[in-house]
């Protein structure tokens, strides 16, 4: 099975839906991320979390929110989708002695 | 602004050639360099780091990556290409002043042709 696992893994949406993807990870580690990756972009970071407690915004939050309902969880929100958040996103997993990051595989999302 | 540069977009190589992606970073403080692999339609895979110690380092599938301070490069190379070696290639940065966040490069698309 999987570490670390996403869902949906591909999801279409109109513009102005509200919109949750969901990581769940077996690794046991306390830190978790979730990045949108575009052509040319490389990844971007949106949010972050250390602990269930300890919730960061990254590089490019506006527009989105996060939930870490548990060690194992942490959820991506769209609240209001608009056509440029179109993009791949990312769960990531790290440990606490911040080693490299484990990816999940994945959620595409395109906004109409 | 902390940053890393993969300057070429794609790499195109020969079976059984040495490969080389490039990587160079402008960082505040010691920094910790890794490379990513991204096969289509899947997850990044971890391929090795640097923290500290010898410059060479190896990781997987036969890579490895040689850590130049002094031209703040981290190149990835291996010395035989393999067709399954195509794939986006990513370098990634993180520093103290970075709150241990990593910076990502834009990535390279690297292609082995038979």
């Known amino acids: 099975d999987a570490d670390v696992t996403q869902t949906p893994r591909n999801r279409i949406t109109k513009t102005g839906k509200r919109i949750m993807l969901e990581c769940s990870q077996t690794?046991?580690?306390?830190?978790m991320y979730w990045y949108r990756q575009d052509p040319g972009l490389g990844l971007r970071l949106i949010y972050y979390?250390?602990?269930?407690?300890?919730?960061n915004k990254g590089e490019i939050s506006d527009g989105y929110s996060v939930s870490r309902q548990a060690q194992a969880k942490f959820s991506l929100s769209l609240e209001s989708a608009i056509p440029n958040q179109t993009a791949l996103y990312f769960c990531?997993?790290?440990?606490?002695?911040?080693?490299?990051?484990?990816f999940g595989p994945g959620t595409r999302l395109t906004v109409l | 602004a902390q940053s890393v540069a993969q300057p070429e977009d794609q790499v195109n190589v020969a079976e059984g050639n040495p490969l080389t992606v490039k990587c160079t970073y402008s960082?505040?403080?010691?920094?910790?360099l890794f490379w990513y692999v991204q096969y289509p339609n899947r997850g990044l895979q971890f391929l090795l780091k640097?923290?500290?110690?010898d410059n060479l380092v190896k990781g997987s599938y036969g890579f490895e990556a040689e850590f130049n301070k002094s031209q703040t490069s981290f190149h990835l190379k291996k010395p035989s290409a393999l067709v399954s070696d195509s794939a986006l290639y990513f370098c990634?940065?993180?520093?103290?002043?970075?709150?241990?966040?990593?910076?990502w490069g834009a990535g390279t698309k690297l292609i082995i042709k038979p």
């Open positions: 990531a997993t790290s440990d606490l002695l911040l080693n490299e990051q484990f």
């Open positions: 979390s250390f602990d269930v407690k300890d919730i």
């Open positions: 990634a940065v993180r520093t103290m002043d970075s709150n241990y966040q990593l910076i």
């Open positions: 960082v505040s403080g010691n920094p910790y």
């Open positions: 640097y923290i500290t110690g």
């Open positions: 690794k046991g580690h306390d830190r």
